[in-house]
C-alpha cells in the first residue's frame, strides 16, 4: 500500500506492506532512529512519538492508520535556536541514564509542557505513566520536566 503522511514538517510516501508498524516505519524507511522500539506491546512507551499533535505508542499503530497524518519524531525538537527545554531539562537534571526511554519521555513532556505549562509533580508522574524506565526511579526524569516548565517562563518572561 502507498502511503503518505508530514513527518517533522516534510511530506514523505512509501510503499509499505499493510502490517508494517509505525515505529518501523520511521526507523528503518525515514532513518529516524531517536523513536526506539521495545516491546511491541504498547507497555514500555520509548516508542512515543506525535501523530497529528497527540502522543501515540507508535509499535501499536499501523502506517497504514498514518497515511495522510501530522508525524512528529524526538528529532524534531531541537529547533532553530537549540535544544528544546525539555531537551535541556533532561541533560542538565540528569533525567537519563540509559537513555533508551529518553526519547518517548522528552516527547510526552514536551506534549504536557504545551497544554499545562507549570505542572505539578503529580501531574508530570501523571502524563508520564504509561512509559516505563529501569534506570532512574523518575526523580530526575520529574525534576527536568520541572526545570523545562520553569525555563519556559523565564523566557517568556
Same mark, same amino acid.
Given at each position: 500500500m502507498q502511503v503518505t503522511m508530514t513527518v517533522n514538517g516534510e511530506?514523505?510516501?512509501?510503499?509499505?506492506?499493510?502490517?508494517?508498524?509505525?515505529?518501523?516505519?520511521?526507523?528503518?524507511?525515514?532513518?529516524?532512529?531517536?523513536?526506539?522500539?521495545?516491546?511491541?506491546?504498547?507497555?514500555?512507551?520509548?516508542?512515543?512519538?506525535?501523530?497529528?499533535?497527540?502522543?501515540?505508542?507508535?509499535?501499536?499503530?499501523?502506517?497504514?492508520?498514518?497515511?495522510?497524518?501530522?508525524?512528529?519524531?524526538?528529532?524534531?525538537l531541537e529547533g532553530a535556536a537549540g535544544l528544546d527545554p525539555v /531537551? =535541556?531539562?533532561?541533560?542538565?537534571?540528569? @533525567?537519563?541514564? $540509559?537513555?533508551?526511554?529518553?526519547?518517548?519521555?522528552?516527547?510526552? +513532556?514536551?506534549?504536557?509542557?504545551?497544554?499545562?505549562?507549570?505542572?505539578?509533580? /503529580? =501531574?508530570?508522574?501523571?502524563?508520564?505513566? @504509561?512509559?516505563? $524506565?529501569?534506570?532512574?526511579?523518575?526523580?530526575?526524569?520529574?525534576? +527536568?520536566?520541572r526545570w523545562a516548565a520553569q525555563r519556559q517562563q523565564e523566557v517568556?518572561?
Amino acid at each position: 500500500m502507498q502511503v503518505t503522511m508530514t513527518v517533522n514538517g516534510e511530506s514523505v510516501t512509501r510503499e509499505v506492506e499493510p502490517r508494517l508498524l509505525l515505529v518501523h516505519f520511521v526507523r528503518d524507511e525515514l532513518g529516524l532512529t531517536g523513536t526506539h522500539w521495545g516491546c511491541d506491546t504498547s507497555n514500555c512507551g520509548t516508542c512515543v512519538l506525535w501523530m497529528d499533535g497527540e502522543p501515540v505508542k507508535s509499535c501499536t499503530v499501523l502506517a497504514v492508520m498514518a497515511d495522510g497524518r501530522d508525524i512528529r519524531t524526538v528529532e524534531a525538537l531541537e529547533g532553530a535556536a537549540g535544544l528544546d527545554p525539555v /531537551q =535541556e531539562g533532561f541533560m542538565r537534571e540528569h @533525567g537519563l541514564q $540509559c537513555g533508551f526511554c529518553t526519547p518517548g519521555m522528552m516527547m510526552t +513532556a514536551r506534549w504536557l509542557l504545551d497544554h499545562n505549562p507549570d505542572p505539578s509533580e /503529580q =501531574e508530570i508522574r501523571e502524563a508520564i505513566s @504509561g512509559q516505563i $524506565c529501569r534506570c532512574t526511579g523518575y526523580e530526575n526524569i520529574v525534576r +527536568a520536566v520541572r526545570w523545562a516548565a520553569q525555563r519556559q517562563q523565564e523566557v517568556a518572561s
